[in-house]
């Protein structure tokens, strides 16, 4: 089992549309849960970061932890034809370990 | 504040030959971490520098190596290319002022033919 389950879709959504990106992780080590975008040919750009569970708002984002279900949520809410790019969620178990575990990425197409 | 830069952009090698990656932190980042990205594993941690000291090592073979200099400033190597080696490998610098957000460059896409 991978440590950070991720579905690598494609998800295609209209704009406008909510969209819910989800992955599991299995290690109860981690704290730290990040969500990164990717867009074609770039390097991941970091969007979301929070620690421990809970929810985190910032703009259309709102990212989520369950950590008693080892759960990660971002969410998108009014989707733009801009947010088209692959998501990544990643964990880190924090301390003097900055090794990031990351899933595989989820490629978002949100159609105009 | 300037990113994270990585020189170069673009590599093509042929297999047996080595390979060095250069990667310039943000200004006053201390952490360095690289990680190769494919289509098949995703992104993979390769390692991480803290003070021009390995802190921290993937499960990667020997072939790749890396270091870090004084003024933070990381180069990684990889020796003996194998045509599996063909990846984005991107560089990644942290603050270490304890939110540990790591900031990522732009990649160095390498294709080993």
């Given at each position: 089992q991978k440590e950070v389950e991720q579905d690598p879709g494609p998800l295609s959504v209209p704009e406008g549309a909510i969209v819910s990106l989800n992955c599991t992780y299995s290690n109860s080590a981690f704290q730290y849960f990040?969500?990164?975008?990717?867009?074609?040919?770039?390097?991941?750009?970091?969007?979301?970061?929070?620690?421990s569970s809970g929810?985190?708002?910032?703009g259309r984002f709102t990212a989520q932890v369950d950590?008693?279900?080892?759960?990660?949520?971002?969410?998108?809410?009014?989707?733009?034809?801009?947010?088209?790019?692959?998501y990544l969620?990643?964990?880190?178990?924090?301390?003097?370990?900055?090794?990031l575990t990351f899933g595989k990425g989820t490629l978002l197409t949100v159609n105009p | 504040k300037?990113?994270?830069?990585?020189?170069?952009?673009?590599?093509?090698?042929?297999?047996?030959?080595?390979?060095?990656?250069?990667?310039?932190?943000?200004?006053g980042h201390r952490s360095v971490s690289w990680y190769q990205q494919t289509p098949g594993q995703g992104l993979q941690f390769l390692f991480e520098y803290f003070s021009e000291t390995q802190r921290n090592?993937?499960?990667?073979?020997?072939?790749?190596?890396?270091r870090q200099f004084s003024n933070s400033r990381s180069e990684m190597n990889?020796?003996?290319?194998?045509?599996?080696?063909?990846?984005?490998?991107l560089c990644a610098s942290s603050s270490t002022d304890g939110t540990d957000t790591q900031y990522f460059g732009p990649g160095t896409r390498l294709t080993v033919l």
């Open positions: 990040m969500w990164y975008r990717q867009y074609s040919r770039k390097g991941p750009e970091l969007l979301m970061y929070t620690y929810n985190k708002e910032d950590k008693s279900s080892k759960y990660i949520s971002l969410f998108i809410r009014d989707s733009q034809p801009s947010d088209s790019a692959t969620c990643a964990t880190q178990s924090g301390g003097s370990n900055y090794k | 300037a990113g994270v830069t990585q020189t170069p952009r673009y590599l093509i090698k042929t297999r047996g030959q080595q390979v060095t990656l250069s990667c310039s932190p943000i200004s090592k993937g499960n990667f073979p020997g072939r790749f190596s890396g990889v020796s003996t290319l194998e045509l599996g080696d063909s990846a984005l490998y």
